[in-house]
């Protein structure tokens, strides 16, 4: 910036602080965090599955006790209608001849037999035909456990709460140089003034804007992804209070410290935050703040997702 005879130049520098080492302290412990639930879910899913089996292996063994009962009251009811079948023979044999009444009893036992008969093989085919039905095909068959729309209920519930999430903050230093030109511009009337300034940028997600679309089921390899947006600068907080004050070097001929009119410190103000915004909306830092967003949603999100099932695992993405 300069104004009539002042020259202001600043360039903002990130610095490392207490916050810094702190984000990337968190930062790794949360990756950590990550792999140990996706670990735990791959155990959850481990059991799940050891115990359908299990329950199938169960049901399968009490259909088999049951087709052996059914296969047993079966023969027996062959074994009951050959005994009535050579009881009526051997009776028309011991007459030696057939009579009318013979016929008739032999005719009866028959039929009722045969009755029996039907009734156990009508019986045996109904049973066969509600277990066909009942029974899904190994090749058909889904992977069981909860609805995409129990997790979008969910997560959706969480996303309302979150409008501007800080996943990121970054503190800066702003040296910046005022020159207060002279009597023509001559050096001996110069007099230059270094200052350092500080701030800190804060950078932000929104998560209320997340809706259903944003948010997709994977029952196949048990994930539940949400899109997120990217994060953003919010706003910049400038630290006067740290601000730091060089001696004033002067020409030969200059007198006094440099004095700055309003409108030379709104112009000076403008420069300093116009320089901290330049350097935190630079990519390096911009891609950090995402690789913290990633982070500080899945911690927010996974929680969530594993109440609902703790067989799935939560993975966050950028909506674009």
Same mark, same amino acid.
């Given at each position: 910036m300069s104004k009539d005879n002042i020259k202001v130049e600043s360039k903002a520098e990130i610095i490392e602080s207490d916050k810094t080492r702190e984000q990337t302290k968190d930062a *790794? %412990? +949360?990756r950590k965090k990550k792999q140990k639930a996706s670990e *735990?879910?791959?155990k959850a899913h481990e059991k799940a599955e050891a115990e359908k089996r299990e329950k199938e292996e169960a049901e399968r063994l009490a259909k088999a006790e049951e087709e052996k009962l059914a296969a047993? !009251? *079966?023969? !027996?009811? #062959?074994?009951? %209608?050959? +005994?009535? %079948?050579?009881? %009526?023979?051997a009776a028309l044999k011991n007459t030696g001849k057939i009579r009318w009444t013979d016929f008739l009893k032999g005719a009866l036992i028959g039929l009722l037999c045969g009755m029996l008969i039907a009734y156990f093989i009508l019986d045996r085919m109904y049973q066969n035909m509600i277990n066909a039905q009942t029974e899904t095909p190994v090749e058909t068959e889904e992977p069981s456990?909860?609805?995409?729309? &129990?997790? &979008? #209920?969910?997560v959706l519930e969480a996303a309302s709460e979150h409008s501007e999430l800080i996943v990121m #903050?970054?503190?800066?230093?702003?040296p910046t140089t005022i020159t207060k030109s002279g009597l023509g511009n001559l050096a001996i009337f110069s007099k230059v003034k270094d200052v350092t300034y500080y701030g800190t940028?804060?950078?932000?997600?929104?998560?209320s804007k997340i809706d259903a679309k944003h948010i997709r089921t994977d029952i196949f390899n048990r994930t539940v992804s949400i899109l997120i947006p990217h994060a953003v600068l919010q706003y910049v907080n400038p630290d006067l209070s740290r601000t730091e004050f060089q001696d004033t070097e002067k020409g030969w001929l200059a007198f006094g410290d440099i004095k700055l009119t309003t409108e030379e410190s709104n112009e000076l103000e403008k420069s300093v935050m116009s320089a901290m915004e330049e350097r935190l909306n630079q990519d390096d830092l911009l891609i950090q703040a995402d690789e913290f967003a990633v982070l500080k949603t899945w911690e927010i999100f996974q929680p969530i997702i594993a109440s609902v099932s703790p067989e799935y695992t939560v993975e966050m993405e950028f909506s674009e």
């Open positions: *790794e %412990a +949360l *735990e879910a791959a047993q !009251k *079966e023969a !027996k009811s #062959e074994q009951i %209608a050959a +005994l009535a %079948a050579g009881a %009526a023979a456990g909860p609805s995409s729309v &129990e997790f &979008e #209920e969910a #903050e970054q503190p800066l230093s702003i940028g804060v950078y932000t997600v929104d998560l």
